[in-house]
């Protein structure tokens, strides 16, 4: 068995037998994608842009970092030999662990179930909310999905919502 | 200055989000006769029979990806000065370097914010009112 550990603004996909891919969340949300014809899996970690006093954010700005994130996968995803029309789903995390983040997890959550209602993914498993952190564990080839609230400990910093940051320009050309 | 209302656009990303997304930032801009297809193929048929002025387009898409659509664009000689933004993501460096030489007239990273794809669409429009 090979566990591969994810977090927050990375994915990971794998179509070999026996490999788990793992991750912590709190607020963040992860979605478990599989095409369960070409066994090939994937799980990504993200949370959606934050709007700050001094940073305000609007709803476009904010999802582009979850459409983003969601893309990179099903694109990896692909390369690896699944369709789109096959692709069956879980989604985790979305919990409101910190006061005062107007809801924060709530709103990732909510984007996750939207977004996989308008591309059309089938959702088998949605473990969204609360206000406690999850371990999910996600075995691709297989499509198995295990997932824990983690009971009675400090939130790891981690998992505590990253502030808002600028998207990254690493590696834009300067043609034009 | 051109009028955003004036300019007629064509989205092509194989994810609705995302197309629903760019129409938002476009809409956001002033734009009005926005268009948009989940693939180039279906793309390329709709503005050959009715022209737009710019073309907006990601790069990775199955069956035809966006350097093989700029291509098609350009060797068209109907639709071949078409403007052609091309939406890549970050690590995409060879791709906005075959992009630059087949032709394309800017490119944005992803996960973009609106007033960046404003900034790229005004390097070739001007600034848009």
Same mark, same amino acid.
Do not use: W
């Given at each position: ?176 | 200055?051109? +009028?955003? #209302? =004036? /300019? &007629?656009?064509?989205? *092509?990303?194989?994810?609705? !989000?995302?197309?629903? @997304? ?20 279906? +793309?390329? #048929? =709709? /503005? &050959?029979?009715?022209? *737009?002025?710019?073309?907006? !387009?990601?790069?990775? @898409? ?68």
């Amino acid at each position: 068995m090979r566990r591969v550990s994810i977090v927050q603004g990375e994915f990971h996909v794998a179509s070999q037998e026996g490999v788990v891919i793992s991750t912590l969340l709190g607020s963040c949300i992860a979605a478990c994608l599989q095409d369960p014809v070409a066994r090939v899996g994937g799980m990504n970690h993200f949370l959606l842009g934050e709007p700050g006093a001094d940073s305000p954010v609007t709803g476009v700005e904010m999802q582009r970092y979850g459409v983003h994130a969601m893309e990179l996968l099903i694109n990896a995803l692909m390369q690896r030999g699944a369709q789109r029309s096959r692709l069956r789903g879980h989604l985790y995390g979305g919990a409101n662990i910190v006061a005062g983040l107007g809801g924060i997890g709530t709103k990732n959550g909510e984007f996750a179930r939207n977004f996989m209602r308008t591309e059309g993914i089938a959702v088998d498993r949605c473990d969204l909310g609360g206000t406690q952190a999850r371990k999910v564990e996600f075995m691709p080839f297989e499509g198995r999905v295990r997932a824990m609230l983690v009971k009675d400990q400090p939130l790891p910093a981690a998992l505590r919502p990253a502030p808002l940051a600028a998207p990254q320009r690493t590696g834009e050309l300067e043609l034009f | 200055m051109p +009028a955003a #209302a =004036a /300019i &007629k656009v064509m989205v *092509v990303d194989d994810q609705t !989000s995302m197309r629903a @997304m760019i129409r938002r930032a476009l809409q956001d801009l002033g734009f009005k006769d926005i268009r948009d297809k989940a693939g180039a193929g279906e +793309a390329l #048929a =709709a /503005i &050959k029979s009715d022209r *737009v002025h710019l073309v907006i !387009s990601d790069y990775n @898409m199955p069956d035809m990806d966006g350097l093989e659509f700029l291509e098609a664009v350009r060797n068209d000689p109907v639709i071949g000065k078409t403007v052609f933004i091309m939406l890549t993501g970050s690590a995409d460096k060879e791709v906005v370097q075959k992009a630059a030489a087949l032709g394309v007239n800017n490119y944005v990273v992803k996960p973009f914010a609106p007033a960046a794809l404003k900034e790229k669409i005004e390097r070739v429009f001007g600034e848009l009112v």
